[in-house]
């Protein structure tokens, strides 16, 4: 079994370039930084359960929160264990020890509104995980920690890494205020 990384919410972002919006998780005891592009309602959600936010009426996300606590349930933790190219793949871990299959982007936003841990496995943080370094740069672990045995990194992942540095420069938080 892989090892768990906590995992908290430090923002939600749009990503200029593609005007979509991005969760950034933060490893709690580490340097590792996940982002997750995700639609605008999960966005939306997302930011009204972190600032504390009551909308009129129920997200989706509360009203499944609701149908859970009426069948005598509540989400414990999420887990967020697989990614494949840029899809992330969660589970949602109930107090019965059930589990069910969820997106990143819902299982996060379940966890903001419960306050439960969101957990990272050692192969997402390997494969989607940036460092910020001390100059505030975000970098892939070993370019940050220093030269690997190679020398070089992966391209695909130095572009990722620029797009989402300068995606970071020019954000506003307000982009997600409705």
Do not use: Y
């Not at 990384?5 to 996940?34: C, F, N, Y």
């Not at 933790?77 to 069910?100: K, P």
């Not at 306050?115 to 989607?128: E, G, H, M, Y």
């Amino acid at each position: 079994m892989q090892r768990e990384h906590l995992m908290e919410i430090a923002g939600v972002r749009l990503d200029v370039p593609s005007s979509q919006p991005v969760v950034v998780l933060r490893e709690a005891a580490g340097r590792r930084h996940v982002p997750i592009w995700l639609g605008t309602n999960e966005a939306t959600s997302i930011v009204f359960a972190v600032q504390g936010i009551e909308p009129p009426r129920p997200l989706t996300h509360d009203l499944l929160l609701e149908v859970a606590k009426t069948f005598g349930r509540s989400v414990e933790r999420v887990r967020i264990h697989t990614v494949e190219d840029t899809v992330f793949h969660a589970a949602l871990v109930f107090d019965d020890g059930s589990v069910v299959d969820s997106r990143a982007s819902d299982a996060i936003a379940l966890a903001a509104r419960v306050d439960c841990p969101v957990l990272c496995s050692d192969a997402v943080l390997d494969a989607a995980g940036l460092v910020m370094t001390g100059d505030g740069e975000l970098r892939e672990p070993e370019e940050a920690d220093g030269p690997s045995g190679s020398g070089t990194t992966r391209e695909g992942a130095e572009q990722k890494v620029r797009e989402f540095r300068d995606f970071l420069d020019t954000v506003d938080p307000e982009d997600f205020m409705t």
